[in-house]
Nanobody
Framework: QVQLTESGGGSVQAGGSMTLSCEAS????????VGWWRQAPGKEREGVAA??????????YYADSVKGRFTISLDQAKNTAYLHMTQLKAQDTAQYYC???????????????????WGQGTQVTVSS
């Protein structure tokens, strides 16, 4: 059984930084796409970042709203994905989820259909 467990959420002031972790069990994250998503109250779920870590080099993708501020990474030894967030803004406040694709699919990285397993989420609150 594949499980994803997020951690690292909490409250931070605007301009601060925070790193979220996503530990996987039952599946090797480097096999396919791993992504971070978020959903704020009253808004649709939004793809934040994704990573494909093939042996030949990492391929990463970011939403325009976080490009230059967020970094996705993968520690293969720990089978854990991270989302390092800097210059946080009040509009980054949301429930953050990690997701893993278990098999290749033609969907875009920021399409929910690309992912097969989702974590339970961790709350990030940015106060201005």
């Amino acid at each position: 059984q594949v499980q994803l467990t997020e951690s690292g959420g909490g409250s931070v002031q605007a301009g601060g930084s925070m790193t979220l972790s996503c530990e996987a069990s039952g599946y090797t994250l480097s096999n396919n796409f791993v992504g971070w998503w978020r959903q704020a109250p009253g808004k649709e779920r939004e793809g934040v970042a994704a990573l494909l870590a093939p042996d030949s080099g990492d391929l990463s993708y970011y939403a325009d709203s976080v490009k230059g501020r967020f970094t996705i990474s993968l520690d293969q030894a720990k089978n854990t994905a991270y989302l390092h967030m800097t210059q946080l803004k009040a509009q980054d406040t949301a429930q953050y989820y990690c997701a893993a694709a278990l098999q290749p699919k033609p969907a875009r990285w920021d399409s929910p259909e690309k992912y097969d397993v989702w974590g339970q989420g961790t709350q990030v609150t940015v106060s201005s």
